[in-house]
């Protein structure tokens, strides 16, 4: 099971990967029509579509890595069985909070497809189309949270330690 985890969220990862290249190109796109007097409508659109997608899309794996922003604070100066149920109860807010952003985000690409909701932009795309990068994110971070949830109920989660959390790069 792992490994399927594992996978859906480098998956995921490598599927925001590919949106930022679309972001670069659609960038590139629009700066080489101007230079060369010939328009492509949509651009600032797509990438903006793509931006999104690669944002949502990067957020579990974002979290597997420990690279989320983390104030550890009070959990610094907890040990044993107060920090652990800070984690569990600061995880129980994640898994809540993302299971409510999963529902809404899936909710919004099925209602804006049953209703043919189009982008009011020159590029008119069908907003489901687009809103699925988000929705797929944000489900994949809800399984991550739950996934981090379950190792950290098992004693079995890596945390970020004091040194890791002032690493700067």
């Known amino acids: 099971m792992r490994r399927y985890l594992d996978a859906l969220y480098d998956g995921a990862a490598w599927l925001a990967a590919l949106a930022m290249i679309g972001v670069l190109a659609m960038v590139l ?8 007097g010939f328009h492509v409508p949509g651009t600032d659109a797509y990438a903006g579509y793509a931006m999104a997608a690669a ?11 420990n690279e989320h922003i983390r104030v ?10 107060a920090k652990r149920a800070l984690e569990l109860w600061a995880l129980t ?5 993302a ?7 899936v909710r919004l690409a ?15 795309t069908p907003l489901w189309i687009p809103q699925l990068a988000m929705a797929l994110g944000t489900v994949i971070l809800l ?18 330690g004091s040194q890791e959390a002032l690493r700067n790069e």
Request: proline fraction near 0%; aromatic fraction near 10%.
């Open 93 to 97: 807010a994640g898994v809540l909070l």
């Open 143 to 160: 399984v991550a949270l739950v996934d981090e949830w379950l190792l950290e109920w098992r004693g079995l989660r890596s945390t970020v």
């Open 29 to 36: 796109l629009s700066i080489v029509s101007r230079q060369f």
């Open 72 to 81: 550890t604070l009070l959990v610094s100066h907890l040990q044993g069985g």
């Open 99 to 105: 299971a409510l952003f999963a529902f809404y985000a």
């Open 110 to 124: 099925w209602v804006s497809r049953q209703l043919n909701d189009i982008s009011t932009s020159s590029d008119a």
């Open 55 to 65: 944002g949502f899309l990067a957020l579990a794996h974002t979290l597997k890595r």
